[in-house]
C-alpha cells in the first residue's frame, strides 16, 4: 500500500509521523487542516490505537474535525479546551524565520485562533513549501461576505504602498459560487508574488473593516519538520537555532492506509 504513494505524499507522511512523535500523554493539542494535516491525524489516531495515548484534540476545521473523529480522536472545541500545549498544520509556504502563510485550504481563521492559543506550533511540509521569501503562494484573506466587494477595493489601495512585486486580488470560487468558510466568510486570494514586509502586510491588513483575518502567520510557528521522499527529514527549531538531519522510517502499518480521504 506505502508503495503506491506518490513522492510528495511520501514526504508528507513522514513530516506527519515525526511531528506526532513529540505528543504526550494527556496533550491537547491543535489539530491542523490539509492534506499534510491530514496525514498527522492519521499518525496520531494509530499513536491512540496502538499505544492507549490520551489526547484531546481541538480540530481548525469541519474536514479535520470528520476525520479525527472517524478515526477515533477524542475532540473537543477550543472554548472547551481554551489553552494547548500543541498545534501540528501544514502551510503553503515558509521563509527562514518560520513565517507562514497558510489558508490555501480556507481554514486560516481557525487556524491562526487555534495556534496562536498553543504552547508551540509545529508545522509539517514537504520541501516546496520551504521560499527565501514568501509571496509566490497567493496570500488568502478571509473577509465577512457583507460588502465584500468594498473591502476588495480597500485591500487593492492598501497594496499600492506595501512592498509587493504583483497587487492581483481574487475572490476564491467554488464552481460558480464564492467558496464559504467554516466561519461563513469569503476567501480574497492576493497574488503578489513576492513580499518584502510581511510583518507589516500582516498587521495593515486587519486594519480594513470587513478583513477578519489573513494567511501571513508571523511569529507563531516555532519548528518546522521538513519530509523528503527518501526518508530524509529535516527539524528545524526558530527558538533554539538548531536544525536535525534524521531519517524516519517509512513502515507504516496498513490502519493509517485504511482511509486515505482528505
Ligand atoms: C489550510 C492550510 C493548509 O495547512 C495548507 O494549505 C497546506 O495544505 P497541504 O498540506 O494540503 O499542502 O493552511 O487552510
New binding site residues.
Partial sequence: MAAELSPIDKA?FLAAKRAVGYVENGMKLGL??????AWMVRCLAERVREEGLRVTGVPTSSRTAELARSLGIPVTSLDEARWLDLTI????EFDPELNLI???????LQ?KIVATASDQMIVIADAA?EVAQLGAFPLPVEVIPFGWQTTKALIEELLQSMDVMARECSLRMNGDAPLITDEANYIIDLHLKRIGNPRQLALVLNQIPGVVEN?LFIDICDIVVIGHPDGRVIVRDINSGETADERVEFAPSDNIFADLG?
Avoid: P, Y
Fill in positions: 508528507k491542523g487542516t490539509g492534506s499534510t494535516a498544520d501544514g502551510a503553503d497558510k489558508g490555501g485550504g480556507a481554514a486560516l487556524e513549501k494567511g482528505d
